[in-house]
T-cell receptor, first 115, second 112 residues
Framework: EPEVTQTPSHQVTQMGQEVILRCVPI?????FYWYRQILGQKVEFLVS????????KSEIFDDQFSVERPDGSNFTLKIRSTKLEDSAMYFC?????????????FGPGTRLTVL | QKEVEQDPGPLSVPEGAIVSLNCTYS??????FMWYRQYSRKGPELLMY????GNKEDGRFTAQVDKSSKYISLFIRDSQPSDSATYLC????????????FGKGTKLSVKP
């Protein structure tokens, strides 16, 4: 069964450093998403991406964040200058569409720890 | 007022019990409702997906939506220790909105 994969599973970085989180969505999916989950908190939407551009973003997704689909398979989330409060699980998801029956499938997540 | 409210538990039940998990929401624009299961340090896994008021059954799981009360439920019959996980409700609006709004999740433990 196809699945969303994410690398690395755990990333430790120093405050102020740039990090890139990588995702390989399900191959025939067209919509891609990033969510984050701070320990003990809700899963929160960050951004959705379709046709090589951002389609929606939340207020969390500020200028420190960017997304890219550098090739036909990868989808990345970059945080330019990490802060302590960026420590969280970051989940990538993908869906075929955004219609009534299009569900989002989540990857296993990348645990980001900012020291 | 928070958009989606979900009792975080923890909820502990004996094996074989019927489990009832619930969420309330405030935004009447939500049209589609999902339940995800999340094991520790894993990504959410879709369990059930509904978009109308009423019940939907899949094996031991039943999802119930009451749009008039803005209330959704997930029932698990004959619960098993392997059902021990955190259960997240999620919902989204209609139209082109794709982002999911999640509840905080209810941690369920089924004791053998």
């Amino acid at each position: 069964e196809p699945e969303v994969t994410q690398t690395p599973s755990h990333q430790v970085t120093q405050m102020g450093q740039e990090v890139i989180l990588r995702c390989v969505p399900i191959s025939n999916h067209l919509y891609f998403y990033w969510y984050r989950q701070i320990l003990g908190q809700k899963v929160e939407f960050l951004v959705s991406f379709y046709n090589n551009e951002i389609s929606e973003k939340s207020e969390i997704f500020d200028d420190q964040f960017s997304v890219e689909r550098p090739d036909g398979s990868n989808f990345t989330l970059k945080i330019r200058s990490t802060k302590l409060e960026d420590s969280a699980m970051y989940f990538c998801a993908s869906s075929r569409g955004q219609g009534a029956l299009d569900t989002q499938y989540f990857g296993p997540g990348t645990r980001l720890t900012v020291l | 007022q928070k958009e989606v409210e979900q009792d975080p538990g923890p909820l502990s039940v004996p094996e074989g019990a019927i489990v009832s998990l619930n969420c309330t929401y405030s935004n009447s624009a939500f049209q589609y409702f999902m339940w995800y299961r999340q094991y520790s340090r894993k990504g959410p896994e879709l369990l059930m997906y509904t978009y109308s008021s009423g019940n939907k059954e899949d094996g031991r799981f039943t999802a119930q939506v009451d749009k008039s009360s803005k209330y959704i439920s997930l029932f698990i019959r004959d619960s098993q220790p392997s059902d021990s996980a955190t259960y997240l409700c999620a919902m989204k609006g209609g139209g082109s909105q794709g982002n999911l709004i999640f509840g905080k999740g209810t941690k369920l433990s089924v004791k053998p």
